[in-house]
């Protein structure tokens, strides 16, 4: 049982994380897209 939660955590977690580290990145390039837009705008 310990074995079959020890397989689920390594194939989860991983996916888990590069889904934060992929929304993160989306929230971050939106910012930074409104901040460029308006620094045009001035």
Do not use: A, H, Q, T
């Not at 390594?10 to 939106?30: D, R, V």
């Amino acid at each position: 049982y310990d074995k079959l939660m020890y397989l689920c955590w390594k194939s989860y977690l991983p996916i888990s994380l590069n889904y934060l580290l992929f929304f993160i990145g989306m929230k971050m390039i939106s910012v930074m897209k409104m901040i460029m837009y308006k620094m045009n705008l001035v």
